[in-house]
């Protein structure tokens, strides 16, 4: 009875957190190569949903390297001021980040976050420490035109240690995705054209 409760635990742990399949309509629009964000209350009431996605036309392995790069990470995420890894797993299954952000008119805060990778698949995140209550997510990579292009699907649930106002928070979380995933598409592409 222990093995299976300490199997179900490992389960649990290694399951994604939502695992979201973008919908058709939002297919379609990613197909069209438009971005797509959606920021809403989580059902439980104490943090945000955020889910994106995009098409890139660039290789995983391009937009992983991109996703991946701590010190390009503050010029990729508007409220963003930096990025430092604090710990990293030799064999490069995961890494330790501290990152201090600042978003729009409020004060700062610092977030410890682990990242568990999947190359060039899926990154999985994780607040271990730090300002924010909830920071959890992943970011999955899908291969499309026989690896030629990605299709980046995100999901985050978080929580500001500050109080903001609902619909004000939500504004500014989508136009910061928003801004983001743009970077991501066009530094994959400026990393994936042929030289010259």
């Given at each position: 009875?222990?093995l299976a409760?300490?199997?179900a635990?490992?389960?649990v742990?290694?399951?994604p957190?939502?695992a979201?399949?973008?919908?058709?309509q939002?297919l379609?629009?990613?197909?069209?190569?438009?971005?797509?964000?959606?920021?809403r209350?989580?059902p439980?009431?104490?943090?945000?949903?955020?889910?994106a996605?995009?098409?890139?036309a660039a290789?995983?392995?391009?937009?992983w390297?991109?996703?991946?790069?701590c010190?390009?990470a503050?010029r990729?995420?508007?409220?963003?001021?930096?990025c430092r890894?604090?710990?990293?797993?030799?064999?490069g299954?995961?890494d330790i980040?501290?990152q201090?952000?600042?978003?729009?008119l409020?004060p700062?805060?610092?977030?410890?976050?682990?990242s568990?990778?999947?190359?060039?698949r899926r990154?999985r995140f994780?607040?271990?420490d730090g300002?924010l209550?909830?920071?959890?997510g992943?970011?999955?990579?899908i291969?499309?035109?026989?690896?030629?292009?990605?299709?980046?699907v995100?999901?985050n649930?978080a929580?500001?240690?500050?109080?903001?106002?609902?619909a004000?928070?939500?504004?500014a979380l989508?136009r910061?995705?928003l801004m983001a995933?743009?970077a991501?598409k066009r530094e994959?592409?400026?990393?994936?054209?042929?030289?010259?």
């Amino acid at each position: 009875m222990r093995l299976a409760l300490a199997l179900a635990a490992l389960l649990v742990q290694a399951s994604p957190v939502w695992a979201w399949e973008p919908p058709g309509q939002v297919l379609a629009e990613l197909t069209r190569g438009q971005t797509y964000v959606e920021v809403r209350p989580d059902p439980d009431g104490a943090s945000g949903l955020i889910r994106a996605g995009v098409e890139i036309a660039a290789a995983p392995e391009v937009v992983w390297a991109v996703l991946t790069d701590c010190d390009l990470a503050p010029r990729m995420a508007p409220s963003l001021k930096s990025c430092r890894v604090l710990e990293r797993d030799p064999a490069g299954r995961w890494d330790i980040r501290e990152q201090i952000a600042r978003p729009g008119l409020m004060p700062r805060f610092r977030s410890i976050v682990r990242s568990d990778f999947d190359p060039p698949r899926r990154l999985r995140f994780k607040r271990t420490d730090g300002d924010l209550k909830i920071l959890e997510g992943e970011w999955r990579l899908i291969p499309l035109r026989g690896g030629r292009a990605t299709r980046v699907v995100y999901e985050n649930r978080a929580a500001s240690p500050y109080a903001v106002p609902g619909a004000l928070a939500r504004l500014a979380l989508r136009r910061d995705v928003l801004m983001a995933m743009g970077a991501l598409k066009r530094e994959s592409l400026a990393r994936a054209a042929p030289a010259g």
